[in-house]
């Protein structure tokens, strides 16, 4: 049809060729790739033929191929069902109705560490603080209304790893390079809140990318009176390589440590003896995490595996093996239910039942490698933070609701390292942070309309 015959308005046929050109930019950018697919594939067979064996280039997950040809070859074909996947689910995304949206709030900025940002977390008990945990060798306590630090550790020698609090003490546990965790006592005053300024509300998946370059890094000299504490009151050592993790059993008489030496450590929190010491992983530890009620703790590593430890009969350690991922397990996290819920360089993450472990009772697959990720208390709410600075919300059966705004003007500049959801925060109620050097307070509102989907 002529656009001259077109009974259309002139806005709405306007707005349909702009969308139809991006359909064929995205379908063109997709035929590109492909094409260098295949090149590789082709490159990839002649140095097999050269060793005697073929790939069929119709089939790639046909044949019996060994080590390295058979593992390239899958990795191949993984990548181009996720590229049209993913480029699919972009396009059609653009076609879905907008009422009932989920609505996103950047509330607050923290900024003040002088490098990255590696994990954070929300106190338990009153007052109701950030703490966050840095590469730049610090710690740092932050009131959420006002952004402003409160307190700074300083007693690691390397880079601060994680970050988490006791369950009814003022008490933190932290994680560092220097092969150690620290348990070091608080004490902070939160300052008069500020009037919030009036920030518009933005649908969760505003995704425009105005521009795409990092603002200018500066020195993040943070704040000036901050008071600071250099000395932990227990130092737990015995790991022969980075803590990566820690966190707090149950009840807070104990501790749990994860470490690059493959093993996690059990200590005792008044006499910081080692208790156990939890080896199988092959490769380096990745994150470690307790249950909230039950004396279990899941451990995650890069060879692939997480692990479910029980220590509810004393007399009885039991572990379990669970191998549902094909690359490094950045986090295994428990709910308060009967779930278990692991993320993955594999880009995906998946939802698993306690009592029944053979397989996920659900699969969230995405575009970018999955981070420490987060699951809300009260919403039961998977909040999913990625390499590719996004950070996006899935329910427990795995269907997305929302993703955070990212533009020039807000959101993460670079990739985010972890989520933590804070349930008894009027103004913030879901946190991310990232290797821009800063936390962020978002205000999540997700209708019921939509969690019932």
């Known amino acids: 049809m002529h656009l001259q015959d077109s009974k259309l308005p002139l806005s709405l046929r306007s707005n349909l060729l702009d969308l139809f050109g991006q359909i064929e930019r995205e379908f063109e950018n997709l035929y590109i790739e492909n094409i260098e697919l295949r090149r590789e594939i082709e490159t990839l067979n002649d140095r097999l033929t050269a060793e005697g064996q073929t790939i069929d280039g119709g089939d790639l997950t046909k044949g019996a191929l060994k080590a390295k040809a058979s593992h390239s070859t899958s990795q191949l074909s993984q990548k181009l069902k996720t590229t049209y996947k993913a480029s699919t689910s972009k396009i059609v995304s653009s076609f879905k109705a907008t009422t009932s949206r989920a609505v996103?709030?950047?509330?607050?900025?923290?900024v003040g560490h002088r490098d990255g940002i590696w994990d954070l977390s929300v106190t338990r008990t009153q007052p109701v603080v950030l703490g966050t945990a840095s590469a730049d060798h610090s710690a740092m306590l932050?009131?959420?209304?006002?952004g402003k630090c409160l307190l700074k550790y300083l007693g690691h020698a390397g880079s601060v790893n994680s970050i988490k609090f006791h369950p009814t003490e003022q008490m933190a546990l932290t994680a560092s390079g220097d092969q150690t965790a620290?348990?070091?006592r608080y004490t902070v005053q939160l300052p008069t809140p500020q009037p919030v300024a009036d920030i518009s509300q933005t649908p969760c998946d505003d995704d425009i990318d105005f521009s795409d370059k990092d603002e200018a890094d500066g020195d993040g000299d943070g704040p000036n009176e901050c008071p600071s504490i250099r000395v932990s009151s227990t130092t737990l050592r015995s790991h022969q390589g980075v803590v990566i993790?820690?966190?707090w059993l149950v009840g807070g008489k104990q501790v749990v440590t994860a470490s690059w030496d493959?093993?996690?450590?059990l200590y005792d929190v008044e006499t910081s003896e080692l208790v156990h010491s939890l080896?199988?992983?092959?490769?380096?530890?990745t994150h470690c995490c307790t249950h909230p009620t039950q004396r279990l703790v899941v451990t995650s590593s890069r060879d692939t595996t997480f692990r479910l430890w029980d220590f509810r009969d004393p007399s009885i350690h039991s572990v379990n093996v669970f191998q549902g991922h094909t690359d490094t397990v950045t986090s295994a996290v428990f709910t308060v239910g009967d779930n278990v819920v692991s993320g993955s360089?594999?880009?995906?993450?998946?939802v698993w039942d306690l009592k029944n472990m053979r397989s996920p009772i659900a699969t969230i697959r995405t575009d970018s490698a999955v981070n420490r990720i987060s699951v809300s208390v009260n919403q039961r709410i998977i909040a999913l933070p990625h390499d590719?600075?996004?950070v996006r919300l899935f329910d427990m059966s795995g269907v997305r609701l929302a993703r955070l705004p990212r533009s020039n003007r807000q959101g993460h500049r670079r990739m985010v390292c972890c989520s933590a959801w804070c349930e008894d925060n009027s103004s913030c109620n879901l946190f991310s942070c990232g290797f821009d050097r800063q936390a962020i307070g978002w205000n999540i509102n997700i209708p019921a309309l939509l969690q019932e989907k």
């Open 104 to 110: 996103c709030q950047l509330v607050k900025e923290y």
């Open 142 to 146: 932050w009131s959420i209304e006002t």
């Open 182 to 184: 620290h348990i070091w």
């Open 245 to 247: 993790a820690a966190d």
């Open 262 to 265: 493959r093993a996690a450590n």
């Open 279 to 285: 080896t199988g992983h092959d490769q380096e530890l």
């Open 345 to 350: 360089d594999d880009r995906t993450v998946k």
């Open 388 to 390: 590719n600075r996004q």
